[in-house]
């Protein structure tokens, strides 16, 4: 069965400083990966997500993942931490097929410290 | 473009009590889909649509749970018979689906959410 493990609920980070949101799954096959961001009482937007084709992937308000095969993860970084990212992020993947369904991890809180 | 979009933003409603969601999807979309968040908890897939075609439901959809999407553009989530344990958010999502494309990327409204007393 598909699952996402993010293994660090809680990080905080200062101002500035670099981050990296770890994200292992379990799956069949490659998936689909994405990364979501939700601040408080607020719905999931889109940071990043990879299909195929080149493992670092770029994606909104300066996030970059990579996927590596051989570890199962897909991680989130950032060179540079602003207050504006404190939030709680979400590792997901999706099926190869026609479901279209995320499974999504647990999510990591981010507590960016001035 | 204005983002998928869900009404109510809060519902508090007594135990034993109908209440009922509605989604509005990005209008160009083709798939909807429900999910449900617990407080420190990741979204939880419920069920989906292709155009009107409910194809998959979660087992954590009770009988109490049912989904609608009669024209294939928004869609209604409703609960009957409240219960405490139904407290959460509801998110729901869309997207474009292509026959062409490998997947669909989910765009997620800002959620409803349930309180139950």
């Known amino acids: 069965a598909q699952s996402v493990t993010q293994p660090d609920i809680h990080i905080t980070v200062s101002e500035g400083a670099s981050l990296e949101l770890r994200c292992n799954y379990s799956y069949g096959a490659t998936p689909y990966l994405f990364w979501y961001v939700q601040s408080p009482g607020q719905g999931l937007q889109l940071l990043l997500k990879y299909f195929s084709g080149d493992t670092l992937v770029q994606g909104i308000k300066g996030f970059e993942a990579e996927f590596k095969r051989s570890q199962s993860s897909f991680n989130l970084r950032k060179p540079s931490v602003h207050w504006s990212d404190a939030a709680e992020y979400f590792c997901?993947?999706?099926?190869?097929?026609?479901?279209?369904?995320?499974?999504f991890g647990q999510g990591t809180t981010l507590q960016v410290k001035p | 473009d204005t983002g998928v979009s869900q009404d109510p933003r809060h519902k508090i409603t007594k135990r034993g009590q109908n209440v009922t969601f509605r989604c509005d999807p990005i209008?160009?979309?083709?798939?909807l889909y429900w999910y449900r968040q617990t407080l420190g908890q990741g979204p939880e897939f419920l069920t989906y649509?292709?155009?009107?075609?409910?194809?998959?439901k979660s087992r954590l959809l009770s009988d109490r749970f049912s989904a609608e999407r009669p024209k294939g553009s928004f869609s209604t989530l409703e609960i009957q018979r409240t219960e405490q344990g139904d407290s959460a958010m509801y998110l729901c999502?869309?997207?474009?689906?292509?026959?062409?494309?490998?997947?669909?990327?989910?765009?997620f409204g800002p959620g409803t959410r349930l309180t139950v007393l």
């Open positions: 999502a869309s997207s474009l689906a292509l026959e062409t494309a490998p997947t669909d990327t989910q765009y």
């Open positions: 649509f292709q155009n009107e075609a409910q194809l998959e």
């Open positions: 997901a993947v999706g099926a190869r097929s026609n479901t279209g369904k995320l499974i």
């Open positions: 209008s160009e979309h083709n798939r």
